[in-house]
């Protein structure tokens, strides 16, 4: 649901600085465009942080243990880890 927010502020930004540009003056567009970019950020927090699934947790896992040069201290501490969760 993040992509039509996406291109809302894209288009949004597109129109607001053609309004900007035809009117004319100073760069009002600035500050609605800073506070939208914040707001759209702050959402895109959200939106990433609810889609980490476990297959994207092991995937990610995966690929720093293939790039690791220590991996019996990565074993260790994915040994100690899942120990605490058992308990």
Do not use: C
Not at 8 to 36: E, I, K, Q, R
Not at 60 to 69: C, L
């Amino acid at each position: 649901m993040f992509r039509p927010h996406l291109w809302a502020f894209v288009l949004g930004n597109l129109a607001l600085n053609a309004a900007n540009w035809f009117v004319g003056g100073d760069w009002w567009a600035f500050w609605p465009l800073v506070g939208w970019g914040l707001v759209l950020g702050a959402h895109y927090l959200v939106y990433k942080s609810r889609r980490v699934s476990d297959r994207w947790v092991e995937e990610r896992t995966e690929d720093v243990r293939s790039k690791s040069y220590d991996r019996a201290h990565i074993d260790s501490i994915e040994t100690r880890y899942s120990d605490t969760e058992k308990k």
